[in-house]
């Protein structure tokens, strides 16, 4: 189930009274849209399709099993009144506001935030949608369309992430396949999981060449034999050469925010450490291109969490890691709808 979710709201009337809708969008933490509807409302104000939109969505979520809520909407008053700021003077929109605030006080967490139009242009075509047909308007969600990628992964301990990617996989929610898995290691959990999985697993380590040049030629030698799109650095503790071919398609998590908390020693839970002992409120993970320097290339994905007052490295590790298992799989949807450029060392999201 669903954990925590965000709404986006929109109400529009042509006339004020006149004909009028309300809509919302649902999503999951990563964006996926989980529904979409617009209630028709014959004749109705703006502030009255505004709260509809506001009440259907709350309805919805309650009938999800939701708890925590985020919502966003392009209506500055609706906004103030629920957040206290201005009193619901008008009878009509008492009783509306009335039912949105009790359902409100059904979840554990919730913030609703005003955003301009712009942000909102979704909500705002589905309302015109509504209204345009004269009925209510249920929008199922277009899959994004992307490419089948041959994914490549590089790992020297416990394949967790490695495991979670493939899980996704199975599930359909990729539309990927893993083509080679690369480990430096030949003794960890990891490589028993690949093992157990039957992924197509290789032993590359360091130690059996003479020097760098050969360990990251047999790397490429691997990775081209496999045919792969994306190479997937998931735990991966060893510096390689990254061959010209494979620029801007090897990626890496980092359990911190980039580039703060990065470098050459900085991982696992020497990270979670440095994070406590600076004080940070905030950290996180970071997705990004690799180069041929530690945690140094351009940023893909960011997410957050909160650094709880009470954290040792176990706790915030693992808050941190449910942050990895939205961003890489959102990093590598978006490299697979081509969605990426890289400019002046910086990731554009087309």
């Known amino acids: 189930m669903v954990d925590t979710i965000t709404i986006y709201t929109d109400g529009g009337s042509r006339g004020n009274p006149g004909p009028a809708a309300g809509a919302f969008i649902i999503t999951d933490q990563a964006g996926k849209q989980i529904c979409a509807q617009a209630r028709f409302l014959p004749d109705a104000t703006n502030n009255i399709a505004e709260y509809t939109a506001l009440l259907t969505a709350l309805q919805k979520t309650i009938s999800l099993g939701v708890k925590n809520v985020k919502i966003f909407s392009d209506s500055e008053l609706m906004v103030k009144q629920i957040n206290g700021d201005y009193k619901v003077k008008n009878d009509n929109i008492r009783e509306l506001f009335s039912q949105c605030f009790a359902l409100l006080d059904e979840l554990t967490s919730w913030q609703i935030t005003h955003i301009p139009r712009e942000k909102n242009k979704l909500a705002d075509k589905l309302v015109n949608r509504a209204i345009d047909a004269a009925k209510d308007i249920e929008q199922k969600d277009s899959p994004q369309k992307t490419k089948h990628l041959r994914l490549g992964f590089l790992i020297s301990g416990s394949g967790r992430t490695m495991m979670n990617i493939h899980e996704l996989i199975k599930q359909k929610q990729l539309n990927a396949e893993i083509a080679t898995v690369i480990s430096s290691r030949s003794e960890t959990a990891g490589v028993e999981k690949a ?117 040792n490295p176990d706790k915030l590790a693992a808050r941190v890691f449910e942050q990895e298992c939205i961003a890489y799989p959102e990093a590598i949807r978006l490299f697979a709808a081509d969605k990426l450029v890289v400019k002046d060392s910086r990731v554009l999201i087309k």
């Open 195 to 311: 093992k157990a999985a039957k992924l197509p697993l290789e032993i590359i380590r360091k130690k059996d060449f003479p020097d760098l040049d050969g360990f990251s030629k047999q790397i490429r030698k691997n990775l081209l034999a496999a045919k792969v799109d994306l190479v997937i650095q998931a735990g991966w503790l060893c510096l390689w050469k990254i061959p010209a071919e494979f620029e801007n398609r090897v990626v890496n998590i980092h359990p911190a925010l980039l580039p703060s908390f990065g470098g050459q020693g900085m991982w696992g839970h020497h990270v979670h450490e440095a994070v406590l002992k600076t004080g940070c409120k905030i950290s996180g993970c970071t997705v990004h291109f690799c180069t041929n320097e530690y945690d140094k290339g351009p940023i893909i994905v960011q997410r957050t969490c909160p650094v709880m007052d009470d954290d």
